[in-house]
């Protein structure tokens, strides 16, 4: 079954359309990825999936809920989290501080602390620096914290918007085997990445876009060996 | 000699400390919702008149007649935020220091409609005996100031530092988008600042109008201008920072009174701004927004 399903999906920029009528769906369980060049659209897609921009005309269906027009602050609770693009940690706040705004809208506070100890096994790297603010983290720690705090919401699926952009490659790698790790715990991943090769690497299926359409899509290893996509987005 | 001075740093600290109260108004909404809501000041003189109504005419005690004032104050602060600021949420930042302005002139202009521009004499309600110690003396309503500033800014400060509420409005004030993706509901939390600040001009204003005893429409215009540069001094957004600066300036304030001229302690109180800002651009206490790509 489809968890998120959007369907002709339109979006306008103030007075550009940014997204003209997509469709893509994201099956349980599955990673997605979301690829093509700056500018395509994909930022601008995984905002309206999550309400922070509205979308012009369309539907957006997540978990049999039509969510299209759901405000952000309550699509956390209904188990979609977003892992925004430039990770947007709250650097004034301690690390700690931020996971817990992660947790926010979760009342329970024993399956908050197990959340928490869940993000401390897996990233054993916030723990170290659970005092610190999140502002003196490096790139790939902000990146690990903005992960573990979306995870701290205990989310059915999580978007993630660029998670590798200016990291090290040595961080990079290491992304995309956390992504994978959260995955196989159950967590649905919808992916967008300039680094097509690796996202396209991890992911079961993914989407091509160009200019707010979506004009490729497939089983991720397929488009791998597609010329188009060789061309386009898998030189070095 | 020691005893003046000792006495004026009190009364600084006093009417630095009624600043202060003020100036957390401004900075909290700053910043939650990147404004400065120049009609903050003119709560202080809403509030002012709510007690004298409070008291004089609907004959309330005292207690009574101060949680009615907050509670008109907060209500009023919340209301115009929902009127005057929200529909102008998107808007370039001069429409809504224009509304501001407007919003402040209204309230003046209501008020002097309502209660017209003759001053109305307030004796004050807080009645304390001078005391002292040595040989300086301390008034009650100086004591009474500073003992309720203290209160509310430690309370403040445990809000803000310690409750769900309170760190949802520092995540707001940090990255207003990346609070909504954690859940939090931005429109309430701007509201709640409202409501919060507007509480602050209401406690202010009540002391305000215990120490100067005498309404007017134009009451709150002065201390809400000087608060604001008490914001500013001490770095505007930031909460230490605003209680610092509304201190600081009182004391400069009641020292130049005192020592230097009167006529010409507020050209000096606006110069130590100029010379902060010269040398410190963001403040006493404010932080450089340091901008990662």
């Known amino acids: 079954m489809a968890i998120l399903k959007v369907t002709d999906m339109a979006v306008n920029y103030g007075m550009i359309q940014a997204v003209k009528g997509i469709s893509f769906e994201v099956e349980e369980g599955e990673i997605v990825a979301l690829i093509g060049a700056n500018g395509a659209g994909k930022t601008t897609t995984l905002h309206t999936v999550t309400g922070m921009i509205p979308a012009k005309s369309g539907k957006i269906e997540f978990d049999g809920a039509d969510i299209t027009k759901v405000p952000a602050h309550k699509i ?58 999140a502002g003196t983290l490096s790139g790939g720690e902000q990146q690990m914290l903005a992960m573990g705090r979306a995870l701290m919401s205990h989310p059915k699926m999580i978007v993630m918007d660029e998670p590798s952009m200016g990291l090290s490659p040595l961080y990079v790698s290491e992304i995309f085997k956390i992504i994978q790790e959260i995955n196989a715990s159950g967590t649905t991943v919808l992916l967008v990445e300039q680094n097509a090769k690796k996202a396209l690497s991890i992911a079961n299926k993914a989407y091509v876009l160009e200019t707010g359409k979506i004009v490729l899509s497939g089983d991720a290893r397929e488009l791998m060996n597609d010329d188009s996509v060789k061309k386009a987005y898998l030189s070095e | 000699m020691l005893t003046s001075i000792l006495e004026q740093l009190i009364n600084g600290l006093r009417t630095g400390s009624i600043y202060a109260l003020i100036a957390l108004g401004y900075t909290m909404v700053y910043g939650i919702a990147k404004m400065i809501n120049f009609a903050h000041g003119d709560i202080i003189m809403v509030g002012a008149y709510t007690l004298y109504i409070g008291i004089a005419l609907l004959h309330l005690p005292v207690i009574p007649a101060m949680i009615l004032t907050a509670v008109v104050c907060s209500v009023l602060g919340v209301l115009i935020e929902k009127i005057a600021y929200k529909p102008l949420r998107k808007a370039p930042p001069l429409a809504v220091l224009i509304t501001a302005i407007g919003m402040s002139y209204f309230l ?19 009645n304390l005996e001078t005391v002292q ?25 445990l809000f803000i530092n310690k409750t769900r509420a309170g760190s949802a409005m520092r995540a707001v004030s940090e990255d207003r988008g990346a609070a909504e993706l954690m859940g939090i509901n931005v429109n309430k939390t701007i509201s709640m600042t409202f409501a919060i600040g507007s509480a602050l001009a209401a406690v202010a204003g009540i002391l305000y109008i215990c120490q100067y005893q005498s309404l007017r429409p134009t009451l709150g215009a002065l201390p809400g201008i000087k608060a604001f540069v008490a914001a500013v001094l001490g770095g505007i957004g930031s909460v230490p920072g605003a209680m610092l600066g509304g201190i600081v ?10 020592y230097i001229s009167t006529e010409l302690a507020d050209a000096i109180v606006f110069g130590v701004l100029v010379i902060v800002l010269l040398v410190r651009p963001a403040g006493l206490l404010g932080k450089k927004k340091l901008v990662k790509v």
């Open chain 2, 133 to 157: 110690i040595g040989s300086v003396h301390i008034s009650g309503i100086t004591i009474i100031t500073l003992l309720v500033t203290t209160i509310t800014m430690v309370a403040l400060t």
């Open chain 2, 249 to 258: 300036l009182g004391i400069i304030e009641s020292l130049a009174k005192a």
């Open chain 1, 76 to 133: 956390v609770s209904m188990g979609l989290a977003h892992v925004p693009e430039g990770r947007r940690v709250f650097a004034q706040l301690s690390v700690l501080e931020n996971l817990k705004m992660g947790a926010y809208t979760r009342k329970d506070k024993e399956e908050i602390e197990r959340s928490l100890a869940n993000v401390y096994q897996r990233f054993p790297r916030l723990e170290e620096r659970k005092a610190q603010l």
């Open chain 2, 108 to 126: 003046q202009s209501m008020a002097l409609l309502i209660f017209s521009s003759t001053p109305i004499p307030f004796k004050s309600v807080i």
